[in-house]
């Protein structure tokens, strides 16, 4: 995962605030050893630019280290068109004839924009399901309605992504799909008790267990631990290990979201102690990420295993006619 006798990585991914790597984030990042970085609209202008920027990234760690992005499609989307390509909400793809395959070719046709420019993680799929309450900052993300075809589409999208040599996050476990407030800026909570959890929910996340990499939901359940988020809660963390079996590399969504409370420092040392692998700080505030910095340990021997198994599975893209690939792709995309 890295060079072979260096010192475990800092237990968190981060962000950097503007185009180019600034010399106090490389001094930043040279000494805190972050797993891995991820890129926002704010660090995005053309392709010559990101390359340049996920170069130094990498240069300033001394290692291949891991380069994600939220590049959903939809609405969620840091690479925006024209430059690269864009796409239908998912909910709506996934309403249309042939939904698997169309699902297939939009991560196969995202990963050609995101390895081209050395981004190599992807923060996608979704396994969450479109209820009625559903939060429109969700909704029509995700890629169904019912377990069976959020699995088939998600499984889907993931295998397509790895064909081009980009790695899927599973999200958001254990399930986003009650939410019925945007945890970018309240708790949401859940009601639903656990056999409802249980058959709906969580099903997907069973179904998709064996995901080199996940991502936590700030959500509380009731049904199960009525005082903390999924997040910071040892109660949730087991459920995801042992209940749901998912053994990949875990982190917590943006730590900085206002569905969490406390200081920053302590809302990631919670995530951690509560059994994340990794602290995900996205906004790039160097000040914050100093603070954090100063307050992390280093990557657990447990997570450091997960991790050096899902970047095992980095791969270069396979071949593939782009040109017909596209042709297909839009060919199935709702009108």
């Given at each position: 995962?890295?060079?072979?006798g260096a010192p475990r990585p800092t237990a968190?991914?981060?962000?950097?605030?503007?185009?180019?790597?600034?010399?106090?984030?490389?001094?930043?990042?040279?000494?805190?050893?972050?797993?891995?970085?991820?890129?926002?609209?704010?660090?995005?202008?053309?392709?010559?630019?990101?390359?340049?920027?996920?170069?130094?990234?990498?240069?300033?760690?001394?290692?291949?280290?891991?380069?994600?992005?939220?590049?959903?499609?939809?609405?969620?989307?840091?690479?925006?068109?024209?430059?690269?390509?864009?796409?239908?909400?998912?909910?709506?793809?996934?309403?249309?004839?042939?939904?698997?395959?169309?699902?297939?070719?939009?991560?196969?046709?995202?990963?050609?924009?995101?390895?081209?420019?050395?981004?190599?993680?992807?923060?996608?799929?979704?396994?969450?399901?479109?209820?009625?309450?559903?939060?429109?900052?969700?909704?029509?993300?995700?890629?169904?309605?019912?377990?069976?075809?959020?699995?088939?589409?998600?499984?889907?999208?993931?295998?397509?992504?790895?064909?081009?040599?980009?790695?899927?996050?599973?999200?958001?476990?254990?399930?986003?799909?009650?939410?019925?407030?945007?945890?970018?800026?309240?708790?949401?909570?859940?009601?639903?008790?656990?056999?409802?959890?249980?058959?709906?929910?969580?099903?997907?996340?069973?179904?998709?267990?064996?995901?080199?990499?996940?991502?936590?939901?700030?959500?509380?359940?009731?049904?199960?631990?009525?005082?903390?988020?999924?997040?910071?809660?040892?109660?949730?963390?087991?459920?995801?290990?042992?209940?749901?079996?998912?053994?990949?590399?875990?982190?917590?969504?943006?730590?900085?979201?206002?569905?969490?409370?406390?200081?920053?420092?302590?809302?990631?040392?919670?995530?951690?102690?509560?059994?994340?692998?990794?602290?995900?700080?996205?906004?790039?505030?160097?000040?914050?990420?100093?603070?954090?910095?100063?307050?992390?340990?280093?990557?657990?021997?447990?997570?450091?295993?997960?991790?050096?198994?899902?970047?095992?599975?980095?791969?270069?893209?396979?071949?593939?006619?782009?040109?017909?690939?596209?042709?297909?792709?839009?060919?199935?995309?709702?009108?």
């Open positions: 995962m890295t060079q072979p968190v991914i981060f962000g950097c605030a503007g185009l180019e790597l600034t010399e106090a984030e490389a001094a930043l990042f040279a000494t805190c050893q972050p797993w891995g970085f991820i890129l926002f609209a704010r660090n995005i202008r053309d392709r010559a630019q990101i390359a340049k920027l996920t170069a130094d990234l990498r240069a300033a760690v001394g290692w291949n280290a891991p380069i994600m992005i939220d590049q959903e499609g939809g609405r969620v989307a840091r690479m925006a068109p024209p430059t690269w390509r864009g796409f239908p909400p998912a909910l709506d793809q996934a309403a249309a004839p042939d939904a698997e395959r169309a699902f297939w070719l939009r991560g196969r046709a995202i990963a050609l924009d995101l390895a081209e420019v050395g981004i190599d993680v992807n923060c996608a799929p979704l396994a969450d399901i479109a209820l009625d309450e559903t939060h429109a900052v969700l909704r029509n993300r995700c890629y169904g309605t019912d377990v069976a075809e959020v699995v088939a589409n998600a499984r889907a999208m993931a295998e397509g992504m790895r064909a081009g040599g980009v790695l899927p996050v599973l999200k958001h476990l254990p399930g986003y799909g009650r939410g019925t407030v945007d945890s970018h800026l309240d708790l949401p909570r859940v009601s639903a008790d656990a056999a409802d959890l249980r058959a709906t929910d969580f099903a997907p996340f069973v179904a998709l267990n064996d995901m080199e990499m996940g991502m936590t939901a700030h959500l509380v359940f009731e049904a199960f631990d009525a005082e903390r988020p999924a997040t910071v809660s040892p109660i949730m963390m087991d459920l995801i290990r042992n209940e749901i079996g998912f053994d990949g590399l875990l982190m917590t969504d943006d730590i900085s979201m206002e569905a969490l409370s406390g200081d920053l420092p302590w809302r990631a040392l919670a995530a951690l102690e509560a059994g994340c692998d990794l602290v995900l700080h996205c906004n790039g505030d160097l000040a914050e990420m100093v603070r954090l910095h100063k307050a992390l340990p280093p990557m657990t021997e447990a997570a450091c295993r997960r991790a050096a198994r899902a970047l095992a599975e980095r791969q270069p893209p396979a071949p593939v006619d782009i040109p017909a690939l596209d042709a297909e792709r839009m060919a199935l995309e709702p009108s």
